[in-house]
């Protein structure tokens, strides 16, 4: 995949932007709802937010420590995503509404967790944080600046593909939280 990095940013922003919409709406249900599962094996709508919160947890401060050791500004005005950074973020990506089920690793597993409107307060903070970790990709190079990934530290994508895969995960479980909206 190749895009302009612009027009790549302003997705992902235009995305995280959904996402804070769907956490604010989210805060309005009561209690009772957001802790309603209509399977046990199923997340709750704070789980699902949960699950984003230990994502979040990794990648915001890898990308912004990325970001931080960048010295060099950007000429290049395309990103070229990698083999796997692309097959990632594909996998995690929402295909008209339909979302792949996937096992989650343990660490990353909310189930059962006790959780409270804190979980979506963290979210939306989280959610800010990366705009603006977006908006200070616009100055570097994301084919050429590299990031590890949560499941082991000797694998790095580059940055365009770890942003790709997080919001695209972040889209897919908002779908999911949505599905267990009982009104």
């Given at each position: 995949m190749q895009i302009r990095q612009d027009l790549l940013i302003d997705e992902l922003l235009a995305l995280t932007e959904k996402a804070i919409e769907s956490a604010n709406t989210f805060k309005k249900l009561p209690l009772r709802e957001l802790n309603f599962k209509k399977t046990s094996e199923e997340w709750s709508i704070l789980e699902c937010i949960e699950h984003l919160n230990l994502y979040g947890d990794f990648y915001l401060p890898e990308i912004e420590n990325q970001l931080l050791k960048s010295t060099t500004k950007s000429n290049n005005l395309i990103f070229k995503s990698g083999i796997l950074g692309n097959y990632f973020a594909n996998l995690m990506k929402a295909n008209n509404?339909?979302?792949?089920?996937?096992?989650?690793?343990?660490?990353?597993?909310?189930?059962?967790?006790?959780?409270?409107?804190?979980?979506?307060?963290?979210?939306?903070?989280?959610?800010?944080?990366?705009?603006?970790?977006?908006?200070?990709?616009?100055?570097?190079?994301?084919?050429?600046?590299?990031?590890?990934?949560?499941l082991t530290k000797f694998i790095k994508l580059r940055l365009g593909d770890t942003f790709r895969f997080l919001i695209y995960h972040i889209e897919r479980h908002i779908l999911q939280a949505q599905r267990n909206m009982t009104s």
């Open positions: 509404g339909k979302i792949t089920k996937m096992k989650s690793p343990k660490d990353k597993n909310p189930s059962n967790s006790e959780l409270s409107i804190l979980t979506i307060e963290r979210f939306i903070k989280q959610l800010e944080k990366l705009k603006s970790l977006l908006q200070q990709s616009r100055t570097v190079d994301l084919t050429k600046l590299k990031a590890a990934i949560s």
